[in-house]
């Protein structure tokens, strides 16, 4: 029987290898690098993979249009692929797992442990 660690370690081996998540980096290593054996990170990461949010399109033109406005540490190049960097991996992870809110009230900006929609 697999350990959740080892099967967090293997989900995220599958979502590197899919093109549709591998090509929205310029090089993926330094987030490979950054998430690790971390147990917190790969479950992350496997969070990621199950949102899917890097599929929509439309989600990642928001993001490269508005990840400033929300206080991102995320670098685009020219093609619009993410640079990753050591310091802006957990903002990348952050955005992909759509945990980067704005209060309607207090316009505040937060990150939630959890992006369940309420409606």
């Given at each position: 029987m697999l350990s959740y660690k080892q099967a967090h370690a293997d989900d995220?081996?599958?979502?590197?290898?899919?093109?549709d998540f591998s090509s929205l980096f310029s090089d993926i290593a330094p987030l490979v690098m950054f998430v690790g054996t971390n147990?917190?990170?790969l479950r992350r990461v496997c969070a990621i993979r199950q949102k899917g949010?890097?599929?929509?399109?439309?989600f990642m033109d928001k993001l490269r249009q508005q990840h400033h406005q929300f206080?991102?540490?995320?670098i685009f190049d020219a093609q619009?692929?993410?640079d990753p960097t050591?310091?802006?991996c957990a903002d990348i992870?952050?955005?992909?797992l759509d945990h980067r809110l704005t209060s309607p009230f207090s316009e505040n900006v937060y990150d939630v442990?959890?992006?369940?929609?309420?409606h």
């Open positions: 995220f081996a599958a979502l590197q290898a899919e093109q147990k917190l990170h949010h890097y599929r929509n399109a439309a206080g991102l540490l995320l619009g692929r993410i050591e310091r802006s992870i952050r955005a992909f442990p959890d992006a369940t929609p309420v």
